[in-house]
C-alpha cells in the first residue's frame, strides 16, 4: 500500500475518534466518517509500516446509521467526530468504546451497560471558546481543524445554543468596524486571540481575550453584546504570551458583577470566567447524583473530592455527609469554594482546600483515614503515585469520573490489578489480584456529536 494509491474497502468498526476501521491483507486503514459496513473508494493519505490513514472519496453502501450533518463546517472543523451518525449508534458507539479501552488497554473485562443519554442531542454546550486568526491575510473566526491550528471559519456551531450565531457576528462587526485584527500565531501580530462565553442559567461571562491592553472601540464591543445577552459580565483577558494556553492571568472587569449565582440539586453556587463547570448541564446534574450516591452512604460518612473545581459536587457529598473535603489547584475556584460553603450553611462540613492533589492527599489520608476518595482528573488521568497511595493507605472505596476512556481503562488496572509495573512499564498481568473491583461503571453522553464520553465507576476494597 502506497502514499496516493486509491483502494475499495468494507469498515468494520469505529475507531477510537470515530473513524471507520478497514481490514486488509497485513493492513489496517483509518478513514474518517466511514461508518460500520459501508463500502467505499478510498484514497490513501499516509503510510506508517501496516498501517495507514486514508480518505473516503466515493461511499458506494451508505449504513442505515447515516445521517446528514447538522453543521455545514462538520467535515472541516476538528469539533465534532459523529454528526455524520444516529444519535442510537452514537451511544452504543461510546459504550463499545469504553468497553474495548477496558479490555484492550486495562485488560479489564467488564460488561459495560448502554451510555446513558442526553436529553439534548444539539444546543447543550454551555461554554463556546472560539479562536480569533489569520487565514490567507484575512481576519478568522471559528475552531481549529483537526490536530491543528489552522482556523475553519463558521457562522454557528450547532451543538452550541442559537446565540452563537448572534454572538459571532457581533465579533465580526466590531472587529471590522473597529479595524482590529486576530492574532497570527507565525507573526506574533494582531490583537485578539479567543473569544470565551459561558452560560450560567441565563447569565452570561462573556471574557475577550486579547493580546494587547488597549483595545480601541471596546464600548461599542458592549453596546454590541447588548442586544444579544439579557444580563451578561465582561471580561477582558491579556495574554501576551508565546502559548496554547487561553487565558493569561490579568482579567479585566469592565461589565457587571464578575461572578453569577446558580442553584442546582438544592445547592446555590458561584462561577467565574475560569471556573470549572461541566458543560451538558442535564447530563451534568444526573451524574453529580449518582456520584453522590455511590459515594455517600451515611451520614457519619467523610468524602475527599480531589480535582474538585468550583465546589459543586464537594458541596453535594456535604450535603449528605459528616464532612467533605474538596482539593483543587486554581485559587479562583477554590475562592468560589469557600463561598459556596457560607452561602449553603455548610462551612462546619465542607472544607475546601488550594493545592496540587499529589501534594494534599496524603496528609489527608492520614488525618481521615476511613474517607471516601473520589477522583474526577483532567484527561491525563490519576498520576500513578496517587493510586498507589490508596492502596497503600487502605481507601476502603474509590469513586472516578473520567472524560478519558484511554486513561481511566489504564487507572483502573492500576487499582485492580490487571496491570503491573514492570520495569517501570505498564503490561497485562492476566489475573485480578489488585487490591480493588469494580462494583459500579457507567458511561454518560456528557458531549453529543463528539467521540468523547465521560464514565462513572465506583471501586471497593477487596
Sequence with gaps: MEKNQTVTGIAAALGTNGEGIVKGEGYT???????????????????????????????????????????????????????????????????LLVQDSLRKIGGIEYPVPACEHS???????????LPIGQKDGENA????????????????????????????????????????????????????????????????IVTLVSAVRE?????????????????????????DRDTNV?????FILLKGQGVYDCTECGITFEAGANTFVQVNEGVRVKLYEKAVSLAVQSEEDTVIDCYAGGGLMTALFAKNCARAYGIEIVPEAVA??????????LA???FPLCGRVEDLLPEMLKKEPNAVVVLDPPRAGVDRSLLKLLAQNDVKKVV??????????????????????????????????????????QPYDMFPQTKHVETLVCLERK
Design 29 to 95: 486503514l483509518f478513514v474518517p466518517y466511514l461508518l460500520p459496513g459501508e463500502r467505499a473508494k478510498i484514497k490513501i493519505l499516509r503510510v506508517k509500516g501496516n498501517v495507514a490513514y486514508g480518505k473516503a472519496e466515493e461511499i458506494f453502501t451508505p449504513a442505515d446509521e447515516r445521517v446528514r450533518p447538522e453543521c455545514s463546517a462538520f467535515y472541516r472543523c476538528g469539533g465534532c467526530q459523529l454528526q455524520h451518525v444516529k444519535y442510537r449508534a452514537q451511544l452504543k458507539f461510546k459504550s
Design 119 to 129: 436529553e439534548k442531542e444539539y444546543g447543550y454546550r454551555n461554554k463556546l471558546q
Design 141 to 204: 473566526i471559528g475552531f481549529y481543524a483537526e490536530r491543528s491550528h489552522r482556523i475553519v471559519e463558521i457562522d454557528e456551531c450547532p451543538i452550541h445554543p442559537k446565540w452563537s450565531r448572534e454572538l459571532i457576528a457581533v465579533l465580526r462587526r466590531f472587529m471590522q468596524t473597529c479595524g482590529l485584527d486576530g492574532y497570527d500565531e507565525e507573526q506574533k501580530t494582531g490583537q485578539l486571540r479567543h473569544i470565551v462565553v459561558r452560560e450560567l442559567k441565563g447569565k452570561f
Design 215 to 239: 483595545i480601541k472601540g471596546i464600548d461599542f464591543l458592549l453596546h454590541l453584546l447588548d442586544d444579544v445577552f439579557g444580563e451578561y459580565t465582561f471580561y477582558l483577558n491579556i495574554n
Design 246 to 250: 487561553v487565558f493569561g492571568e490579568e
Design 336 to 345: 468560589c469554594a469557600k463561598v459556596l460553603a457560607q452561602r449553603n450553611d
Design 348 to 350: 462546619d462540613k465542607m
Design 400 to 441: 472516578m469520573i473520567s472524560c478519558n476512556s484511554a486513561t481511566l481503562a489504564r487507572d483502573l488496572g492500576i487499582l485492580t490489578g490487571t496491570l503491573k509495573e514492570d520495569w517501570g512499564e505498564l503490561v497485562k498481568s492476566g489475573n485480578t489480584d489488585g487490591a480493588y473491583q469494580i462494583t459500579y461503571l
